[in-house]
C-alpha cells in the first residue's frame, strides 16, 4: 500500500442531503431565499469544515451578506459553530445542528399550520370586499364605514368569493397534517 505524502490529505465524502435534512433545506429555500439555502447545502455537504468566506465566495456572495445569512440560520438555531484552528489563525466553522432538524422543522410545521387556520377561519367567518381596479380587500365593516368604494382610487366594491382561497388553504393544512402525522404528532 503506497503512503500518503504529508501534504495530501485525504478526502471526505460528501454528505447526501436527504430525508429531514432535505425538508429542512427546502424550507430555509423557501424562508430566506435561494441563497440561504445554496448556503446551508454548501454547509452540510463540505467534506471539511468551511468559514463564512469561503462559503461567501462558493456562492457568489460578498462576506458580510454570507455573514447575516448565517446569522439568521443559526439564530433559529439551524445552524452552529465551532471555533477550528487553521494554521495560526482561527476561524468559524459552520455545521448543521443535526440534533435540532426534527424540532425546527415540527415547530415551523406548527406555526405555519396555525396561521394558516387563522387565514382560513377569517375568511369563513368575514364577508370580504373587493376593489375590482386595484384589487385591495376591505371587511364588510370596513367596506360600510367607506361606502362601500375603494379609499384608493374612488371604485364601488364588489364582494370577493373565497372559495378558491379556502380550499386552497385546507388542502395546504391537510399537507401539514400528513407531515405531522410521519413525526407522530397528530
Known sequence: MPRRKKSEKKEKPRVKIEGNVKVLVDLV???YGDK???LLEIIITSPE???EDAIGKLIGIKTN???RIIQRLADE???RFRRIKRGDKGIHAWFLNEDQV???LLTR???TREKLLIRLNFLKEHTIMVCPRCGRRYTFEEAMNNDFRCIDDGELLEEYDPSDEIGFLEKKIREIDEDLKKFGVL
Open 29 to 31: 429555500g423557501k424562508m
Open 36 to 38: 440561504a439555502r445554496k
Open 65 to 67: 451578506e454570507a455573514r
Open 77 to 79: 438555531s439551524i445552524i
Open 102 to 104: 426534527e424540532g425546527i
Open 49 to 51: 469544515p468551511i468559514g
Open 109 to 111: 410545521l406548527k406555526k
